[in-house]
């Protein structure tokens, strides 16, 4: 018995050690940062949930107010002041709750001290972890914090949450964000189609839709989606990668306002002419002379008249296509939750300075899983889109495009009404207790 | 026995002549008028379902292609070619799956020739109820359709269908196409809102969207519902009501965007200056000299940059928001629907030069029924948004708008999906067999 007894004291002690051993829970740092999508949230909804279910690494998401600005001046957030409800609802709620900014940390070499005050507010507040959710530029920050953390010798997990309309990202299959604003174009497409047939007889014969994507023609592609096997419509899509070629243009325009009665032009904001500069960029005057800025739908729909005499109506969608989080993509929020969620295993596990990715298993049926991928094979690098995505004429898309874009919008996800409007949250935002002294000037 | 036998004779006999007297049933020509909806085909669907329970009264439910312009050039579409399910469809399908047009007649003494064709065409297909489906104008054209029937001893039943998004219709209490555009408008302000709030710290401040309404402000209206006693936003709106006072218009956004960070405003295209010229108009002209169409979302956008100095965004919703039928008001598809049905019921009963309207019982719970307006009082009267539904200040709602509006956006109606897309019908369009000799010049 004594024997027995001796053991278990042991066993006792030994667990008292694992215990000790074990690091005491950190916080957690969470920003938006960019432009933000009808699911940013989404994915802030799952780095807070998964956060709450791991209480031994993980003690409170203090979230960034304003991004990384929220950071450097010690403006937090303390999530752990919002109910369960109130960040259930973060999932069908567009935009960043939080804020998010335009700020791109400059190089260690040009202003390490922003580096460093992020480091200090992060040691005033035991913030061991670091969840940067946003694009290219973000994914560049997010390896410079873990990087210089580890120089600094207070160092941090520091995991990038992929996020995008632009689509842009490398290693992932697609971004978070771009699904639900490619559904949107494409229903918009669809339905401005229809309405434009209605009026051809007599009216309009051409509907223009500028659509977001100035260096890629990702969200422009979508508009492609609008026709498919089940309805034909003529859609002639202008890309960014394709130089603007007026007489080509007009042509393919009369052929299917010949064959169809009308069509429908989606145009991306980036596209150029020969010389170079954006369609957009017109010189427009107003009777006063001063320059005026306006959209590249308005600057089409006028060479469409002029040339062809067909009336004309356009839309510009701006951020009504990238925050309608009531049509957003079932497959867009879920992988976007999906992100925030690995992001939180992810550094619970110990990784640091990874992004998790979506990677595309099979896509009939389409099935894709969670992947990792080092944020020095992302950081710097854009991801463009494929040749063979854009159709010879220069006007439509592939079957190969489609193939890639069709399972990304879909499935629907609707928000929650109250009298005929969605129900998004605005969230309380408590601020955390500022401990250091003195403010940052950004 | 024998005077029982009789008796059965004589009513066996009663009977037949009973038979005989009843009307042989006739044809019914069904067209869709001007701008199209996104539930104007929920009223085709109301007809034509309707009007296939009437096999007695009606045979064949013919619609006009492209509209009134189908009846006049003798080109008539066989809606008993539809399948149910295609028919069915109808409701959840946006614009006008007949095709529409813009194409007033001309008074009787101008143009006394096109209702004299319009009634040999009717008389051709034996045609015997019209179904005019549209605001206005429409309203005048099935007035006259019917006077003219009468004198020409064709006599026709002239059934009106409301429709417009403008709600300018007099004596119903609102326009079915008009509460799914508010829903639209109020929905995507409120979402461009969450996303302007977002990025207002180091990015865009105001937001700017145009919307449609060139002679009221229901449109614009709607925009006021985008905040609410569970969300509150800044909301500016520029109604054609009200003159555009720049330096008033300037102070209200700089208030609104010191207390909130932001604000977005909505303005409609047909909001005028105090030279009761377009603020659209600018007289923009190109780097050649030529003159440009633009909105009038880039001129307000412009007016914020050149005086406050803050970053915008604009959009211009243009045929998106009246052809939005992934979003329509529930409430909007049911009284489109009911109004094709009583038309039919009307007709059937046989009244004629008569619109159903939609009554407004009680605003809490929102309860309305179908009522009957004689068309002499319908049409030519524009009915205008009363002026106490516009705040003192003129940027905004009174609660008696918003009561009035509230009801108008309720319920959701999503159409069916496939893919990711919605399953919008298009019909086959069978045409009927021409009778006439000879062409009709338009």
Chains 1, 2 share one sequence.
């Not at 005050?117 to 410079?144: M, P, Q, W």
């Not at 490619?182 to 007599?202: L, P």
Request: a positive charge; one cysteine or more; proline letters at 5%.
């Amino acid at each position: 018995m004594a024997v027995k007894k001796k053991t278990k004291t042991r066993k006792k002690a030994a667990a008292r050690v694992r215990v000790q051993a074990r690091p005491a829970p950190q916080n957690a740092f969470y920003a938006q940062s960019g432009g933000v999508t009808a699911v940013i949230n989404a994915s802030a909804c799952g780095v807070i949930e998964e956060a709450r279910k791991h209480k031994r690494h993980i003690a409170k998401v203090y979230a960034g107010r304003n991004g990384i600005i929220g950071a450097l001046t010690e403006d937090l957030i303390d999530t752990s002041r919002e109910s369960a409800a109130a960040i259930r609802a973060l999932r069908h709620t567009p935009s960043g709750a939080f804020g998010s900014c335009r700020y791109k940390l400059k190089s260690l070499e040009e202003n390490r001290r922003e580096y460093e005050r992020l480091i200090e507010v992060f040691k005033a507040h035991n913030i061991g972890y670091f969840f940067y959710n946003g694009g290219g530029d973000s994914a560049d920050t997010c390896l410079k914090v873990s990087q210089l953390s580890e120089t600094l010798g207070y160092p941090i997990r520091a995991i990038h949450v992929p996020k995008t309309v632009d689509n842009d990202l490398p290693i992932t299959d697609n971004c978070p964000g771009f699904g639900s604003v490619a559904k949107y174009i494409a229903i918009s497409t669809r339905e401005a189609s229809f309405d434009v047939a209605s009026m051809a007889k007599t009216s309009t014969k051409v509907f223009v839709l500028e659509v977001m994507g100035r260096h890629a023609g990702w969200i422009a592609a979508a508009g492609g989606l609008a026709a498919d096997k089940d309805c034909d419509l003529p859609i002639v899509i202008l890309f960014p990668e394709v130089t603007f070629d007026q007489a080509k243009f007009l042509q393919k325009v009369e052929a299917m306002v010949k064959k169809y009665g009308y069509c429908s032009v989606v145009v991306s904001e980036g596209v150029k002419g020969p010389d170079g500069k954006f369609l957009s960029d017109q010189g427009l005057t107003d009777a006063f002379g001063h320059a005026q800025l306006g959209g590249v739908a308005p600057v089409i729909a006028n060479i469409i008249k002029n040339e062809l005499g067909y009336k004309y109506h356009w839309a510009v969608a701006d951020y009504l296509q990238r925050a309608a989080r009531h049509i957003a993509s079932k497959t867009d929020v879920e992988q976007a939750y999906a992100m925030g969620k690995a992001a939180v295993q992810f550094a619970v596990k110990g990784h640091n300075s990874v992004m998790p990715t979506i990677d595309r298993v099979s896509n009939k049926p389409y099935r894709w899983k969670v992947g990792m991928a080092p944020l020095n094979k992302v950081a710097n690098v854009e991801k463009f889109m494929p040749k063979n995505f854009i159709s010879k004429d220069g006007f439509g898309i592939t079957a190969r495009c489609r193939d890639y874009l069709a399972p990304l919008i879909k499935g629907e996800d609707y928000p929650p009404y109250r009298d005929g409007m969605p129900r998004y949250v605005q969230l309380k935002k408590v601020p955390v207790k500022k401990k250091l002294k003195g403010s940052f000037e950004l």
